[in-house]
């Protein structure tokens, strides 16, 4: 892997990374009371895309989420995009067996509340906690196999259920992965572009001339979580269960599975985890992973895209933005080395 790449200009933030989650914690204690919970303790959980916060009472323990503004793509409403993810997973829960987070509904029944704290305005949304273990670090390919089918099945589901007429999500085509539909931290997709050291973007731009048109004209489209790694999947007592629909909307179902195995790409025992895969898939539903390293280096290109946004407003991502654009060569180097 290279270690000599130029750096990236990154603004400074505007509050530091401890003010920043102080702020969002307070609009999180507005959104509570909101809801039919009693006091409780709120712990801080993440603070990236959204920013989360684990709430413990006597009523149970529930993730509390404030969702970052223009999460969805540039004039979506992001009220109603979070209404349509936890639509989806209320129909998921209704009609399969897979385990995926609950809503908790606010005491008007609404799914989300909208709360004003220490200058700031934010939808938020309350889910059950779910327990498990992540094992994004100790993986092994029966959780590659477990994961396949449950995802197998999720997209099964998602080919028989119709959703509402006002149902909203991300439409994960060419334009959504390498244009400027969506915002990345404050910064729209187009400036992330900018922003990219130039051997970087280089790169980039041959990923999006290679595979821009695969990603439209791949045969299943369809309803897909769109980020369902192993950090996104619990494992317990022989069961995984699904978490973070954040990035959830339509397309191509290679892309999901890509996902997957997306991190474990330069392992020496990829081919396992990738087997594994695709063996608990087959399981439940068929695929052509012929174009599964194309889609990988699809992802490898989302996420440099994003991490770069999350960089100009998040002082914890600034401080790897480096070292991410170096691993986003050395991996287009692994899968694509011809380009």
């Known amino acids: 892997m290279t270690t000599d790449q130029p750096t990236i200009p990154v603004k400074a933030a505007p509050t530091s990374?401890?003010?920043?989650?102080?702020?969002?914690?307070r609009v999180a204690l507005a959104a509570l009371g909101n809801y039919p919970l009693p006091a409780g303790r709120l712990r801080f959980v993440t603070h990236g895309e959204n920013t989360t916060f684990r709430h413990d009472s006597a009523g149970g323990s529930h993730?509390?989420?404030?969702?970052?503004?223009?999460?969805?793509?540039?004039?979506?409403?992001?009220?109603?995009?979070?209404?349509?993810?936890?639509?989806?997973?209320?129909?998921?829960?209704?009609?399969?067996d897979l385990c995926v987070p609950e809503a908790l509904a606010a005491s008007s029944g609404a799914s989300t509340v909208e709360a004003t704290a220490a200058g700031q305005t934010r939808v938020c949304s309350v889910l059950r906690w779910m327990d498990g273990r992540i094992m994004e670090e100790s993986a092994r390919p029966i959780h590659l196999r477990r994961l396949?089918?449950?995802?197998?099945?999720?997209?099964?589901?998602?080919?028989?259920?119709?959703?509402?007429?006002?149902?909203?999500?991300?439409?994960?085509?060419?334009?959504?992965?390498?244009?400027?539909?969506?915002?990345?931290?404050?910064?729209?997709?187009?400036?992330?572009?900018?922003?990219?050291?130039?051997?970087?973007?280089?790169?980039?731009?041959?990923?999006?001339?290679?595979?821009?048109?695969?990603?439209d004209t791949s045969g299943d489209w369809g309803l897909i979580h769109a980020d369902l790694h192993?950090?996104?999947?619990?494992f317990r007592d022989g069961q995984v269960k699904l978490i973070d629909f954040d990035d959830s909307g339509y397309g191509p179902r290679l892309y999901e599975l890509a996902v997957a195995v997306w991190e474990l790409r330069d392992e020496p025992n990829y081919e396992d985890f990738r087997d594994a895969l695709l063996a608990g898939y087959r399981m439940h539903r068929e695929v052509d992973a012929r174009h599964l390293d194309d889609f990988i280096a699809v992802r490898q290109v989302a996420f440099g895209l994003w991490f770069t946004g999350m960089a100009q407003t998040n002082p914890d991502f600034a401080g790897r933005l480096d070292r991410v654009h170096r691993w986003?060569?050395?991996?287009?180097?692994?899968?694509?080395p011809a380009m």
């Open 230 to 234: 192993l950090g996104n999947a619990l």
């Open 328 to 336: 986003s060569l050395a991996m287009l180097d692994e899968i694509q």
């Open 148 to 215: 396949g089918e449950a995802m197998a099945l999720l997209h099964n589901q998602g080919d028989h259920w119709s959703p509402p007429s006002d149902f909203v999500r991300i439409r994960w085509d060419r334009e959504t992965f390498f244009g400027d539909v969506m915002v990345y931290g404050d910064t729209p997709a187009a400036g992330c572009w900018d922003l990219l050291p130039l051997p970087v973007r280089t790169r980039f731009e041959l990923v999006a001339a290679h595979s821009g048109d695969l990603i």
């Open 17 to 25: 990374h401890r003010a920043q989650i102080a702020r969002l914690r």
């Open 63 to 96: 993730l509390v989420r404030v969702h970052r503004p223009q999460r969805h793509g540039r004039g979506v409403d992001s009220a109603a995009a979070i209404r349509s993810e936890i639509c989806w997973l209320t129909a998921i829960r209704l009609d399969t």
